[in-house]
């Protein structure tokens, strides 16, 4: 039963991964029938970003009273529904009004999930799964093309998506016997009830560990929008190349985590972090230092790579670090914190790049590196002095 279960969380991070890519692949085609400026597909995006960052919150919470298994399942039929609703929404507001229930459940269910997994599975599970979410990412926007590319409309792969969604949350309310249940899950009464926000941030560590994921997500999704700019305007690399090796970036991350989970069973998670910044500074330099094209460009794939072992290992390592009890809490919040960092760096950069140069890119994520790195470092050392009191 424990490796059904398993089975249908990997499906379960395939699916949540599928969606993430649709509006990107489908926007060229949308915002002409809607009659909607290019750039308002930075709109949709913050309102989903918001919704998540809201629901990542409220994690710890939702869990306590319902379950790891519940929430699971809810959330997937709100992401099911805001699907559907996208593709039969006829103008602009319309999506805008279906992506603030797309957000709150893709928020509910990653928090949630993932603290699941850090508790109950191993390292490499963790890594793993979270390179099916890779392959759902990139599942997605090939949906949407073999759609597009078949004569068909772009609400048509809004459907099928959607459709899998349902499909997977009937599975996972079949399978609420299977989920384990811990302290404070909403089975106990004797659990541990829900922590505020304020009392989250004055765990030891907690700070730290909260401006480590900021960083991470940072440097990972300014890498990904900027680098390719990076590349054609400072190093000369045609556009078409700068673009494929773009998309190895993310190819870097996802094979990244299937290589990871192998070497958790070598490496503890604090290694492997250290390994991944390591690596990610190695990329940094390579594209920063004068040694040709073909150096930036491997840089930009070390950097991927590097990017692979951090996330998954954070969260896998919050249980241990700050205890089963506050895991929830801590990863909810760590969550916020990520998309905050997802949100907030790359515009930060593209003010830069617009008044400044598109030079400073590998500086820019020079300093977010040595930020991260800084204060990982500063958590291991207050969680290694908290537990020796």
């Not at 913050?46 to 919470?61: C, E, F, K, P, Q």
């Not at 996208?86 to 992506?99: K, Q, R, T, Y």
């Not at 030079?359 to 002095?385: G, W």
Request: hydrophobic residues 50%.
């Amino acid at each position: 039963m424990t490796h059904l279960l398993l089975a249908i969380i990997y499906i379960a991070f395939i699916s949540l991964g599928l969606p993430d890519g649709l509006l990107g692949a489908a926007w060229p085609t949308m915002y002409v029938e809607f009659g909607a400026p290019l750039s308002y597909a930075g709109v949709l995006s913050m309102i989903i970003a918001l919704g998540t960052i809201v629901a990542s919150l409220m994690g710890d919470r939702l869990t306590y009273y319902l379950g790891t298994g519940k929430v699971t399942a809810i959330s997937v039929a709100i992401t099911a529904a805001a699907l559907l609703g996208f593709s039969v929404s006829s103008s602009f507001w319309m999506l805008c009004l279906w992506a603030i229930p797309y957000g709150l459940g893709a928020g509910s269910v990653d928090a949630s999930l993932n603290n699941y997994v850090a508790l109950h599975y191993t390292s490499r599970h963790m890594s793993w799964l979270h390179c099916m979410w890779g392959l759902g990412a990139a599942t997605g926007p090939y949906v949407m093309g073999m759609v597009l590319s078949g004569g068909g409309h772009w609400s048509a792969a809004y459907r099928y998506v959607g459709i899998i969604q349902v499909v997977l949350c009937a599975c996972i309310f079949l399978s609420l016997p299977l989920w384990k249940k811990r302290p404070g899950d909403g089975s106990d009464p004797h659990g541990t009830k829900p922590l505020p926000i304020s009392q989250v941030v004055r765990i030891p560590g907690a700070k730290q560990i909260l401006i480590t994921f900021f960083c991470y997500c940072a440097v990972e999704q300014t890498a990904a929008l900027w680098a390719s700019s990076y590349l054609v305007l400072i190093k000369g690399v045609s556009a078409e190349t700068a673009a494929f090796f773009a998309s190895l970036f993310y190819i870097g991350i996802t094979a990244g985590r299937a290589l990871n989970g192998f070497l958790t069973m070598k490496f503890s998670d604090t290694q492997l972090i250290r390994m991944g910044q390591g690596v990610i500074g190695l990329g940094i330099a390579a594209m920063l230092l004068p040694l040709g094209r073909a150096v930036s460009l491997a840089g930009l794939i070390l950097i991927g790579l590097g990017c692979a072992p951090i996330y998954p290992c954070i969260i896998h390592s919050t249980p241990g670090n700050f205890g089963a009890d506050k895991s929830q809490a801590l990863i909810g919040v760590q969550m916020a914190s990520a998309y905050v960092g997802t949100c907030a760096a790359p515009p930060i950069f593209g003010l830069i790049a617009n008044h400044i140069t598109t030079a400073l890119l590998p500086v820019f994520l020079l300093a977010i590196l040595v930020l991260m790195v800084t204060m990982h470092e500063r958590m291991l050392k207050v969680v290694s002095v908290n537990h020796c009191v």
